[in-house]
């Protein structure tokens, strides 16, 4: 795909689709207000802007490709929803133990997790072990 192409299809993806990247509308008022706070690792850009809200600051994400909430890292979910006040850009941010890493949300997807007996795969449920009792009507 050449470079006149890429462009041309990343402009109508834009323009046409709310889920890839951000609208027309979110590029203008990040244009107009936004302060640009900084860049996590997936390529993900936070911005803010103060006094344009009667509830106070105001904090967004624009992804970097497909918008999917839970590709925020955990530092910058906390600031972005309001839990910190300081942006893990402005300070060294440690995850702590039990935060996983992001893996992306596979269901819908053939990867999806399908227990044995599902519909969607070819293996036989297993066979009730001696702990269960099949209901029947008497």
Known sequence: MTRKNK?????????F????GATPGTHWFTARK??????????????RAENVSPLGERRWVIYNGEAEASAIPPGWHGWIHHRVD????KEHYTAREWEVPYQPNMTG???AYRPDGSV???????HATGDYEAWSPK
């Open 7 to 15: 462009i041309m299809r990343n402009f109508f993806l834009q323009l």
């Open 17 to 20: 689709t709310w889920w890839n």
């Open 34 to 47: 936004g302060e640009f706070v900084g860049e996590d690792e997936f390529g993900n850009k936070y911005y």
């Open 86 to 89: 300081v942006p893990p850009s």
């Open 109 to 111: 997807t053939p990867q």
């Open 120 to 126: 969607l795969t070819p293996e036989r449920r297993p």
